[in-house]
């Protein structure tokens, strides 16, 4: 299985700073890296696909980046409501793994 | 609207079988381009995929957990039914299922586009 590996595991933050959340991936998994948004006791939330494609709905501060084993989710000016876990998801190969969540938190 | 929802037992004994069931609206199991994933996430662990299934009735299941895993769906009723045997304390998690949004139909990779609020099942006697 490809092992997927975020960084940090948690970030404190304040609402309008810029954030950058890392995933490296295993080995290449060309574009096919997601990124998710869970906050407690809702689904979690698809905010980009194919490493970069804003999913629709997704507020334009949100972006990705990265191809091969490296990729990043950047947050340009966050909100109130931007404070949770992030994860990213390869889509590669079978079975699909998740990394461990990245945990955004307020200042 | 898409949506789905799990639904099954809260709490089952140590060498049970669990049957969980995702109800889905919005969208049909008879869409090429779409398929279901059940996924899971223990309690301060990562979420793991543990099995999907598409229109064509092509499935896949994780490895460490294929000979306990049985995927399997119901077009009519729009549900998509996970059973997991020998249920162990390791398997209490939040189950969920998502919807696969298929972008490469030759490779049937794509992403979970919508998912459902979970349900946590404990395995206790």
């Known amino acids: 299985d490809i092992q997927m590996t975020q960084s940090p595991s948690s970030l404190s933050a304040s609402v309008r700073d810029r954030v950058t959340i890392t995933c490296r991936a295993s080995?290449?998994?060309?574009?096919?890296l997601n990124w998710y948004q869970r906050k407690p006791g809702k689904a979690p939330k698809l905010l980009i696909y194919?490493?970069?494609s804003l999913q629709s709905g997704v507020p334009s501060r949100f972006s990705g980046s990265g191809s091969g084993t490296d990729f990043t989710l950047t947050i340009s000016s966050l909100q109130p409501e931007d404070f949770a876990t992030y994860y990213c998801?390869?889509?590669?190969?079978?079975?699909?793994?998740f990394g461990q969540g990245t945990k955004l938190e307020i200042k | 609207q898409v949506t789905l929802k799990e639904s099954g037992p809260v709490l089952v004994k140590p060498t049970e079988t669990l049957t969980l069931t995702c109800t889905v609206s919005?969208?049909?199991?008879?869409?090429?381009?779409?398929?279901v994933s059940w996924i899971r996430q223990p309690p301060g662990k990562a979420l793991e995929c543990l099995a999907h299934?598409?229109?064509?009735?092509?499935?896949s299941y994780t490895t460490s957990l294929k000979s306990r895993l049985t995927i399997s769906k119901d077009t009519s009723k729009s549900q998509v039914v996970l059973t997991m045997t020998n249920m162990d304390p390791v398997d209490t998690a939040t189950y969920y299922c998502?919807?696969?949004?298929?972008?490469?139909?030759?490779?049937?990779?794509?992403?979970?586009?919508?998912w459902g609020q979970g349900t946590l099942v404990t395995v206790s006697s």
């Open positions: 998502a919807r696969i949004a298929v972008t490469a139909m030759a490779t049937r990779r794509g992403h979970f586009d919508y």
């Open positions: 919005g969208f049909s199991l008879s869409n090429a381009r779409m398929g």
């Open positions: 299934i598409f229109s064509n009735d092509e499935k």
């Open positions: 080995q290449s998994i060309s574009s096919y």
């Open positions: 194919a490493a970069s």
């Open positions: 998801q390869q889509s590669f190969s079978t079975p699909p793994t």
